[in-house]
């Protein structure tokens, strides 16, 4: 039996120091973690590792529970993942486990709030942009990637698994970038 810690953070910016400094001290083992959106289940490929490797007996241990994600559908539907192999989850922050039935029904009422949560920021977020475009003080986001970088190795030749792989990025988003360009020149 295995504690198994995961840590997550939404963006390359934000810092997982605490969450697994916290995890090591409840005594986890293993500690994964990853710098991705909990918004689904993309791209959350540590996740994906620590569900595919539980046991019977183990712990899959989050400081809180939109670590785990902010869809509730997408948190039940780990817990029953987890309990199918015969794995509990635990969450921290408040302390609440699987292993007690009272336990499923904390866990979902904090997985619908970790929702909620999210569409209150996506909401407020929207205002925000509403309101700087109105002032002229809004530009849009930052862009990511060196869309030059990607037009230029696309153009002597290279493919796009080997951009994406250069550039750091997924290959459809090359696709896209060339295929944006492509409209910019027709």
């Given at each position: 039996m295995a504690r198994i810690g995961y840590a997550r953070v939404s963006t390359l910016?934000?810092?997982?120091?605490?969450?697994v400094d916290r995890?090591?001290?409840?005594?986890?083992a293993i500690i994964r973690s990853e710098k991705v959106s909990g918004a689904s289940r993309d791209g959350r490929?540590?996740?994906?590792?620590i569900l595919q490797f539980l046991r019977p007996g183990d712990e899959l241990v989050?400081?809180?529970?939109?670590?785990l994600g902010r869809d509730t559908r997408d948190v039940l539907n780990l817990i029953h993942e987890c309990e199918q192999r015969g794995a509990f989850v635990?969450?921290?922050?408040?302390?609440?486990?699987?292993?007690?039935?009272m336990g499923h029904v904390?866990?979902?009422?904090?997985?619908?709030v970790a929702q909620m949560e999210r569409r209150f920021i996506k909401e407020r977020q929207r205002e925000g942009?509403?309101?700087?475009?109105a002032d002229g003080a809004y530009k849009g986001g930052k862009r990511r990637l060196d869309r030059d970088a990607i037009l230029q190795l696309h153009q002597t030749g290279h493919g796009a698994s080997m951009i994406a792989r250069k550039v750091g990025c997924s290959r459809m988003q090359i696709y896209r970038v060339i295929k944006e360009n492509q409209h910019k020149t027709e």
């Open positions: 910016d934000q810092d997982l120091d605490m969450q995890l090591k001290g409840e005594g986890c490929a540590e996740l994906a590792t989050v400081t809180r529970l939109d670590r635990t969450v921290l922050d408040p302390h609440v486990s699987t292993r007690g039935e904390v866990l979902t009422v904090l997985g619908m942009i509403v309101k700087a475009k």
